[in-house]
Nanobody, 121 residues
Framework: QVQLVESGGGLVQAGGSLKLSCAAS????????MAWHRQAPGKQRELVAR???????TYSDSMKGRFTISRDNAKNTVYLQMNNLRPEDTAVYYC???????????????WGQGTQVTVSS
């Protein structure tokens, strides 16, 4: 069974940095897109950044220049380096991966359990 496990969340002051990690484990044949989303209280979940298996990246406009997504394909792990954090970045951050468990199976969406990031002013 495939699992995504996030780590690295916590409490930080405005202007500080955090690095999130998300490792996929289990029966994995291939992973295409990996991404980070976030959901603040009372708001819808939104895309933070995504990265293809070739390393092509996309960022939400409000995160450009402050956040960097990267991945280690050998470790099935995606990272999110967050710099110059603002109170409005406070949210639960969720890892996402599009995973095929075997060559003949379809690709499915998998989500992590979420990790809390709190930025104090």
């Amino acid at each position: 069974q495939v699992q995504l496990v996030e780590s690295g969340g916590g409490l930080v002051q405005a202007g500080g940095s955090l690095k999130l990690s998300c490792a996929a484990s289990g029966s994995i044949f291939s992973i295409t897109t990996m991404a980070w989303h976030r959901q603040a209280p009372g708001k819808q979940r939104e895309l933070v950044a995504r990265i293809s298996n070739a390393g092509s990246t996309t960022y939400s406009d409000s995160m450009k220049g402050r956040f960097t997504i990267s991945r280690d394909n050998a470790k099935n792990t995606v990272y999110l380096q967050m710099n110059n954090l603002r109170p409005e970045d406070t949210a639960v951050y969720y890892c996402y991966a599009a995973i095929r468990e075997d060559w003949h199976l379809d690709e499915f969406d998998y989500w992590g359990q979420g990790t809390q990031v709190t930025v104090s002013s």
